[in-house]
């Protein structure tokens, strides 16, 4: 069986372990201390934040197996000093702790300068997932900053929406169905065409509207100014 | 059977008609015209733009039957010139022409001057809607705020992360699950606690990065920085 150190211990940490829980050997390994490091494994996956996988790779002691990263943003290079045998392993998904996931479902991108690595790499993610592609520094870039405005903002959107609604004495439990077929309407069209609201048809008497009941909270006045334009913008211009 | 004037040709009013298939006698109306509307109608629902309710509620000619209009931003009072058994019948969804619903799902909101045409309206929504609530017109303006939020913002989102990704030549498809976890997410824990990524971890090399990367497109990088400022500023005072 494929021998992993999974080195972290946050929320990709722990469902990597849990993903390949039966379908390799894994050591959970404390990134600060290295404790339960095991240098005779074959991959060794760095799942830290962004600014400290250059210091958490420095620490990893000697080992003859591959070293990725799990990062949509850090370039594959970050860990070339550790020796050829490195790339990425980037998993497109948003990971809560308490949350159980289908893996099978997650996208994983692989990449290294190595080609044989990128291979063992690709194997690797085809463990626990239907949908591995190899893709560049750039190419994974663009997909995270993509996944930061679709997961990231949108959730965004939602806790304003839901800070609206309490301020006003109401539940966001009341928009579930509204939000279940926006994103169901992602489905089937794609979203300029699923466009729908006061900015996408210009209703100026509307916007008007919100803006003067939004007066009071400058940041989320600005967001809906902002936002409006933005797509009254990309309406026009399709 | 009640009957009921559905008077416009727009996606509330098309979807009014099916949904009050089989429930309902409806008519279909022409805004402009006036076409086929039924003087002796129990209702008649102005389901038009908010710029033109008042417009089109002029031309309506004499009934007896209650008339109301579907807006979420529009006062009630604004049909009052046309005599007290006037309201609102405000459906809170997000409506494609092409796309079926289960309209029992749709939360309903009604209001009126006059108490027994808010009764009955109330009635009217219970016929199709399981969730029927009274709401004044603070209210349902601060509901039709949040749901452009949660729903038309958040849409503008994915139509970003479909740009970003079709100009790096990939596909909206690869972000399908992670659309999928997004939203599951917020069904069971709040979306301000659901919050992650660069932003919501304060991750500055990660957000710089991606600033620099959106730095050829001055609209999608301001979008960027202002909700990356917005979830800071959330995540330090939730």
């Not at 996931?101 to 190595?114: A, M």
């Not at 939000?179 to 006061?198: C, D």
Request: charged fraction near 20%; aromatic fraction near 6%; hydrophobic fraction near 40%.
């Amino acid at each position: 069986m494929v021998k992993i150190n999974i080195i972290g211990t946050g929320n990709v940490a722990t469902h990597l372990l849990k993903a390949f829980a039966g379908k390799a050997e894994t050591v959970s390994v404390n990134p600060h201390t290295m404790e339960g490091f095991d240098s005779s494994a074959d991959f060794s996956i760095i799942a830290v934040s962004d600014n400290a996988i250059r210091e958490v790779a420095d620490a990893i002691p000697p080992t003859d197996g591959i070293i990725a990263h799990t990062s949509g943003t850090t370039p594959a290079d970050i860990l070339v000093f550790k020796g050829i045998r490195t790339g990425v392993f980037y998993p497109l998904q948003t990971f809560s702790k308490n949350l159980e996931l289908d893996y099978s479902h997650i996208p994983f991108f692989v990449e290294s300068n190595d080609p044989s690595t990128q291979d063992s790499l690709a194997g690797l993610a085809s463990k626990i997932s239907d949908s591995v592609t190899i893709a560049d520094s750039d190419k994974r870039k663009a997909l995270h900053v993509a996944s930061v405005f679709a997961c990231n903002f949108a959730n965004h959107m939602w806790t304003i929406a839901d800070k609206i609604l309490h301020d006003n004495g109401m539940d966001f439990e009341v928009l579930r169905p509204l939000l279940s077929e926006t994103l169901r309407k992602t489905q089937s069209i794609p979203p300029a065409a699923a466009q729908t609201g006061p900015a996408a048809r210009n209703d100026s008497k509307t916007i008007d509207s919100h803006m003067e009941f939004l007066g009071n909270d400058e940041n989320i006045a600005k967001l809906y100014s902002m936002i409006t334009s933005s797509i009254i913008n990309t309406s026009k211009h399709p």
